[in-house]
């Protein structure tokens, strides 16, 4: 909490100077003295910054507790949970609780069309994201079915993955998008074959006792650097057809990375819960 503003002993020696000046004050002490009282107490009440002390709003406690950061911003900062290092996937399995089933090849964990969606082992709520994705160098297929896969937030959530190169589809359906919600801001894909990143910080919604919804999802999302959502207010979870509904979910749920029969890639995937 920043401090109210004091009078110095000096401005208060100041007024009683200046009150002597006031030829009615000068013979009615009482009245005198209750008038520089009010005054200080006025002055009190007055925001730090009008009292002329930097100090007054200068905040030392708490302190930020220490992070080191990678060596670039894509490399895990100290505190982050890897989920994914290019080898060790022993952070997934399969959605159906079977084993990891994906293949991990060439320091990339890629679909194998048709093997399930894979999701995390721990659940997540409130977090910043990154991953990085890559669809199929050689392009086949058109609009959703070209490079197709997802990335959701508490397995619900679809930041939707696709190549969007020169590939036309729905705008809320294309890569950056939140699936059937909203379009990106800029279509900033690279070309197919190339790693692509997203960095996402995640609100996650809360639930009241009665199970109605107390506050929506928000989501930012960076591709490649480039602000792509911002702070944008999911409508529920995806949803093919129809409009999104939210329904209670649990404060933490795995993350789940979406088998749509394509053959994308995951690699240096890691997560900072907030
Ligand atoms: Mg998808």
Redesign the pocket.
């Known amino acids: 909490m920043i401090n109210q503003g004091r009078l110095s002993l000096r401005q208060a020696l100041v007024i009683c100077y200046l009150s002597d000046l006031v030829p009615a004050l000068k013979n009615c002490m009482k009245l005198k003295w209750l008038l520089i009282v009010l005054f200080i107490h006025l002055c009190s009440q007055l925001p730090a910054q009008q009292n002329g002390d930097p100090k007054l709003t200068e905040i030392w406690k708490p302190v930020p507790r220490v992070v080191s950061p990678g060596a670039t911003p894509s490399d895990a900062p100290s505190d982050a949970i890897i989920l994914f290092n290019g080898k060790d996937a022993a952070s997934w399995q399969n959605k159906n609780g079977n084993a990891f089933n994906w293949k991990v090849e060439s320091g990339a964990m890629t679909v194998v069309p048709n093997a399930g969606d894979i999701q995390t082992k721990e659940g997540f709520g409130d977090c910043q994201l990154h991953i990085e994705w890559r669809t199929p160098a050689e392009v086949s297929g058109e609009g959703q079915g070209r490079g197709?896969?997802?990335i959701f937030l508490m397995g619900r959530y679809?930041l939707?993955?696709?190549d969007s190169y020169n590939n036309n589809t729905y705008s809320n359906g294309q890569a950056g998008s939140i699936?059937k919600q909203h379009m990106p801001a800029v279509n900033v894909c690279k070309p197919p074959g190339q790693w692509q990143t997203y960095d996402i910080v995640f609100t996650a919604p809360l639930f009241n006792q009665d199970s109605t919804l107390k506050s929506p999802a928000r989501i930012t999302v960076f591709q490649n650097g480039v602000l792509i959502q911002n702070n944008v207010e999911l409508w529920g979870p995806m949803q093919f057809i129809g409009v999104p509904k939210y329904e209670k979910h649990g404060n933490k749920e795995s993350l789940l990375l979406?088998d749509?029969h394509n053959a994308v890639s995951y690699r240096n995937i890691w997560i900072r819960p907030l």
Do not use: D, K, R, T
């Open positions: 197709n896969s997802g679809e939707q993955v696709l699936y979406q749509h």
